[in-house]
């Protein structure tokens, strides 16, 4: 370069020289090709929604039926059916006390576990299997000895029964859904009541059952009943406890010891059942239950 200088007039070829200037280019139009561009505007269309004037989709609150199909079973199979109460002893567990409640009434809440059906747990046999139809109200906090609660057998084995599986679910099937109707408590104390909605009008639930967070509880929390089984309740609700901050309050509404909640201190509203008394007394056989009802040829395809 040094070298080139020594040639005689290039410095003023040099200054003579005219570099074009640069091109000054708006930033936006260097990237242009990533500016979104509109759609041309359409005169006929009709104007957009604005967000608040679309309607939300609404979740169906409906869930699939919960009575199976229909299967093949002989009547020789149903007529070594057996239904019948029986003691809860072993089969109690404490779902909720108004322990902290500062409520004036001392209840509690139990439900039939049903664990002890299940797995290893079930030494001997499931010729008879236990069924929660509704949680127990009662009063106090001690484990209470003289409930009952709803059994189906099969005499036609000793230990294990092939037919239970399939009469179970469609004898006495579980709620289509859950609709919480009342809830009150924080933590520890917190109570949330849960009607069933029975799969159709063949079935009834004769109580209500419970949780302690506002999740739905599982299908076989409960199970309902035949309709054709049952009858008015002979007894008249009766205020077990009312929350102090809510006024939501629980009631007895069966013999048996079942429960229903209200949102307030008036009494829920019913109807409410409770099995015939010819099934309530002694064990009896399902056919023999059904002779008025008419669920089992429909059930189980019986000519």
């Known amino acids: 370069f040094r070298s080139a200088l020594d040639i005689p007039g290039i410095e003023e070829m040099i200054h003579e020289v005219e570099f074009p200037e640069e091109e000054k280019i708006d930033p936006l139009e260097r990237h242009d090709s990533l ?57 109690l567990k404490e779902r909720w006390t108004s322990r902290g409640t500062m409520s004036e009434n001392k209840a509690s809440i139990w439900m039939v576990d049903l664990s002890y059906q299940e797995g290893v747990g079930r030494f001997l046999s499931n010729r008879d299997q236990k069924q929660c139809v509704g949680d127990f109200i009662c009063d106090g906090y001690d484990e209470p000895q003289n409930l009952r609660t709803f059994e189906i057998r099969d005499r036609s084995v000793l ?45 009834i639930c004769l109580g209500m059952v419970i949780t302690n967070t506002d999740k739905e509880p599982s299908a076989g929390a409960l199970r309902c009943i035949p309709k054709g089984w049952c009858t008015p309740s002979s007894i008249s609700p009766e205020c077990m406890w009312v929350d102090r901050e809510t006024s939501i309050s629980l009631w007895k509404i069966s013999p048996l010891g079942f429960f229903a909640a209200s949102p307030s201190k008036s009494p829920p509203e019913g109807p409410f059942y409770q099995l015939k008394d010819e099934l309530s007394a002694r064990s009896w056989k399902v056919l ?11 059930l189980f395809n019986i000519q």
């Open 35 to 91: 500016i979104p561009v509109a759609p041309p505007v359409d005169p006929d269309a009709e104007p957009p929604k604005s967000v608040s004037s679309i309607p939300k989709k609404e979740e169906s609150e409906e869930l699939p039926v919960q009575v199976p199909e229909p299967c093949d079973l002989k009547m020789k199979t149903l007529n070594y059916m057996m239904g019948k109460l029986v003691p809860t002893s072993k089969c």
């Open 288 to 298: 023999n239950a059904d002779k008025t009802v008419g669920l089992l040829p429909k």
């Open 159 to 203: 230990r294990s029964s092939d037919a239970l599986p399939n009469v179970v679910p469609r004898l006495l099937p579980t709620p289509r859904r859950f609709r919480q109707v009342a809830k009150a408590g924080k933590g520890e104390t917190m109570i949330v009541a849960w009607e069933g909605i029975p799969p159709n009008e063949d079935y």
